[in-house]
């Protein structure tokens, strides 16, 4: 009887012994598999990581094109209210320009000696030229003070230079003809003489 059980106890060893492989050999398959899956996981996510680094690329190249094409409209809209201001602002430049040449006329004319045959024309020269006047002062028109200022090349136009010892030098002495501001820009600088 103890031979048997002896017996037994070696048939059944090796026994457990396989036993143990087949799971050991069982557990390798799994690792295998699982190792595997993972690497054909990997495989199969890296060309989807790569296509997903190449969409996000080609988003944030067209974020920043939008953001682009917004500030250029931005600034056209600028640059097109800034364009309508101007516009309306200095609207009537044109015509004024037109119109300076007859006003100086009108100076000229009332610079003529009046008599008691003229007085009653002269006065209506006078009260047509005051009308002038006023439409330009309401359009924004500005006569440029030049007489005893200091000379400055963007308002004024030299035409002589002088001498006059009574004068600071580099001052305006006379002024040949009158300048003007439309607004806040010359639209006619004053020629003007300039002591040395």
Do not use: C, W
């Amino acid at each position: 009887m103890a031979e048997e059980n002896q017996e037994n106890q070696t048939n059944e060893e090796p026994e457990e012994k396989d036993q143990e492989e087949v799971i050991t050999e069982v557990l390798d398959a799994d690792d295998k598999h699982s190792s595997e899956q993972q690497d054909s996981n990997e495989a199969e996510s890296n060309p989807h990581e790569a296509e997903i680094e190449k969409l996000k690329a080609e988003r944030d190249d067209m974020q920043q094109r939008l953001l682009r094409v917004q500030a250029e409209f931005d600034n056209f809209k600028k640059r097109s209210q800034k364009e309508k201001e101007s516009e309306r602002k200095y609207k009537s430049e044109d015509v004024v320009k037109e119109l300076l040449p007859a006003l100086d006329n009108f100076e000229r004319a009332l610079q003529v000696e009046v008599t008691d045959e003229t007085k009653s024309f002269m006065d209506g020269v006078s009260m047509v030229y005051s009308q002038i006047k006023e439409a330009l002062k309401t359009q924004g028109v500005e006569e440029i003070e030049s007489v005893g200022q200091p000379f400055d090349p963007n308002i004024h136009h030299a035409v002589m230079q002088v001498e006059d010892e009574n004068a600071e030098s580099e001052t305006v002495t006379e002024e040949l003809q009158k300048g003007y501001y439309l607004k806040d820009r010359v639209i006619r600088p004053a020629m003007v003489k300039v002591n040395k």
